[in-house]
């Protein structure tokens, strides 16, 4: 059975959607969640047309039925033994008495116990209750990944401090000490349930502490009595309990039956087929600023039945594949650590939210419907958020300091600092003295604006650009069609403010280019780029089990250059001028914030905040790592075209694997073409072919032999065997010209959670429950529970619900006037076939096909109100800025929410607008501005650590509200 929610296949994935109607036709059943009838709903066993963005409320009510049915009134052996084994299920965590009830708060840690005291890291190791009655830590926990004795972190059902088994116990419901009434928040009508959840006493160093399986508060929260007191439903019609049946109506207008017989379905399924359900999920989800809520609404529904982990089953992540599968020698290259550089990489959401000022729009946080609970981190601005995690370490941001950064090392030397270590001392003490200001503080100060972008092969001031009209006005200071007014100031504590708002921050836009797009008229400068038919490159994700090289079937045409030879043409040119501007070596200072996959992962098991002396700064601890980089421009060039030495002195990894590589390195330099770079001879990567041909050479995912390796790397941390899934393949040697005889598999790899052997498809997590290797989490499980002291904060420590933000706390309307005859209707930007994922949307013929611009798609009954009927000419509006174009009305559309498609451009057939005194209207993101959700900056803890394209805020805005009105006679 397979789910799909905000994933149009037919539109978007187009070479894979074929792969979807086999599957049906083998006897998989389709079930589209989708308010429009769009491409994918057409072809779907069963259509249910829920309300835009309310999937999370379909999906915890489907909790509560398969919680009620099949964990608690005829519990499945298969589902019990699932959970035990692969979730923190049975995990404790701590009830904190408040008033006359309790909170539920952390996991219980290893260290309150006398028999746990001399633990390495006890205070990252938890415990679960065993089936004797005596409290124990299983291994796999991350403080068994991090500690210095090997082999304990693994899912095996032991004490590794004892050495005895443990079988875990689930619930307490059979024996307790007491029922303790828990609160729980119901944010949908801002208020808190009380009810029961059987718990134990536990006498500990700290003395008695009552406690509760995460399985239990699971039953709580999902509304599932089992005959204890408190505020429980009465039944699946109890039309005012979360998670109900009944209760979701109101959110998704989806009949309680339909829930109801979808849940059994899916249980049913699962439990005879051993977890072959799955949902495939996209940006039509993401794109919603509680996208994390009904992510984790559809993920417990896997977990709970078994579904995770298995072939046919398990979550589809159809957003943000921009991660090539061969990633630890690919990453070596990209981001030059095989010179030993510490990178420079940021999350582009925040980057943008701040630089493009739109944050000053934007009246804070909990203004977004904070619920029942609140915290410092619920009450603040998103931006003062957003400085709060870059000055903890838990995000970067560029620039970095108010200073610049050379400048700062430069200053060091002159205070006497005569090594790298007294150089990081120096810059940690006037970070420490707030002397040394990080540029987010005061973003709007000259010294802290970005002055030079570099777009590559996007269409960045249009199609990425969530607040397209800001980014004229701030950063490239033009014409531009927002009307907003400005909500930040008086609700900010720590940003600086300014009274006016800069205008044109940018002094140089280069854009790296195949077609004159949007962010090609507006750019200084244009360097034509080869298409995909004309150069030489590797194409795979993490999500696919082929690699797949692009050739070149003819030369790039005229001045046009491949991406490579564009970047060596800039290096060399830089390397020239260096030679003139900054001829000697010179030092630097590079801040990271704590990273994923690392011991950073245990730096700050609370918040503490060292600017208001609740702790002291520690780089890399309390705050970011400092780093001390030489630069040394003149040979830029001769490094580029050159693997440097790095890589064969440390050798390869990524995600937390780590192999060796020396040999193939002077393989690659004995048997290949090489090069002195910096007087060491290096492997050559001079070509774009001999650079492909270096990352598959170099990477477990095509090399057989480092497959090997990586496996004996984690083999010795988990202690489980795992070499043998790559023993049949140690002799592979994937190349760039094999894979252009014929597209290869990749081979099974550590640094992914998918086993591939023989004829199996990816399924991410299957290498986690096949061979008891932990998750990368707190637990080592699949986490129902999130402990993190932000995430309880915010209410969302277990799977929740949370309305979407109302509009007037969006702010899209407060200018526009409703009076001018429009109609208010929530914005949606889906992907389209011809358009974000395709480059010949505006090709005459296309255009033709399309009615010559992007239509703006409507309902009927919306159209009629308006006078609007099929092809008139509409002005969409609101605060952020205005689209003209033409009405497509459609029946396939529901009332009240309207779609203009990803991605139209700017100048293409678009009409001027009356509304903003006759300037050319925009795009589809004219309309769009950047929210941030400031729960998703945390880090330092676990899990929620910084990893580049893997964890932060997104740039949501699906919320979005606009006007429409008829446009009587357009005008070009």
Known sequence: MTAVMGANLNMTRTPDCHFAAEARHNGTKMVVFAPDFNQVAKYADQWIALHAGQDGAFWMAVNHVILNETHHEKPSAFFLDYVKKYTDSPFLVRLEKDGDSYKAGQFLRAGVLKKYSGEQHKEWKLLIMDASGEAKTPGGTMGHRWQEKPGQWNLKL?????GSVI????SFLEKHDAVADVRFADFAREREVTRGVPARILETEEGPITVATVYDLLFAEFGVGRGLPGDYPKNYDDEDAPFTPAWQEKFTGVGRNTVREFAREWAHTAEKTGGKCSIIIGAGVNHWYHNNLIYRAGIVALMLTGCVGKNGGGLNHYVGQEKLAPQASWAAITFARDWGVVPRLQNAPSWHYIHSDQWRYDAGHSTYGGGPWTGDMTEAHTIDINIRAVRSGWLPFFPQFKENSLNVATAAAKAGAKSDADVVSYVAKRIADRKLKFAVEDPDAPESWPRVWYIWRGNAIMASAKGHEFFLKHYLGTHHNAVAEEAAEGNTEIVEWHKKAPTGKMDLVVDVNFRMDTSALYSDIVLPAATWYEKSDLNSTD??????????????????????ETFKAIAKKTAELAKRHLPEPVKDIVLSPLSHDSPDELAQPTMADWTKGECEFIPGKTGPRIAVVERDYTRLYERFIALGPAVKKAGLGVHGVKYPIADFYDQMIETGPSVVASGVRCPSIESAE?????????APETNGELSYRAYQDVEKRTGVPLTDLAEGSRHVRTTYRTLQSQPRRLL?????????????????YTYNVERLVPWRTLTGRQAFYLDHPGYIQFGEHLPTYKPSPLPKAYGDLNTSDPQQKGKWLNYLTPHGKWHIHSTYGDTLRMMALNRGCEPFWMNPQDAEELGIVDNDWVEVYNDNGVVCTRANVSHRIPKGICIIYHSPERTLNVPKSPLRGNRRAGGHNSLTRARLKPLLMVGGYAQFTYHFNYWGPTGVNRDTQILVRKLEKPSF
């Open 690 to 698: 001999q650079a492909s041909d270096a990352v598959l050479q170099l």
């Open 158 to 162: 032991e004490d590794p401090t004892a």
């Open 167 to 170: 079988d875990p116990v689930l």
């Open 543 to 564: 999500m696919h089990s082929f690699i797949h090289p692009l050739s070149a079937a003819v030369p790039p045409v005229w001045e046009s250059r491949s991406d490579w």
């Open 748 to 764: 099974n790899s550590p640094i992914w959670s998918g086993l591939m052997d023989g004829d199996r498809a990816y399924s991410a």
